[in-house]
């Protein structure tokens, strides 16, 4: 596999499982959000996909930018 691959691999992993963590939690207590019936579909689904985007976008930046270094130019600055 590529450094760059993995090192994405590395971090969205690290990061969707926290994601993942918190939408189940999210689903078990969507009885407890004020205004919305807990079997509308729509507003679940939607919740989710912004949760999903927002945390894609919030794992791709730092991944990208750490596949950017040099592991060797990393591991000197240590």
């Known amino acids: ?11 969205f992993r690290k990061g969707f ?4 963590i918190g939408l189940v939690a ?3 207590l969507r009885a407890m959000i004020w205004g919305v019936d807990s079997f509308n579909v729509i507003s679940l689904l939607g919740g989710t996909a912004a949760v999903a985007a927002a945390a ?3 794992c791709w930046l730092p991944a990208r930018r750490a ?6 130019v990393a591991m000197r600055s240590d």
């Open 26 to 28: 999210g689903a078990a």
């Open 1 to 11: 596999m590529h450094k760059k691959t993995i090192i994405l691999q590395l971090v």
């Open 56 to 58: 894609t976008l919030a």
């Open 67 to 72: 596949a950017r270094v040099d592991p060797i």
């Open 17 to 20: 499982g926290w994601v993942v």
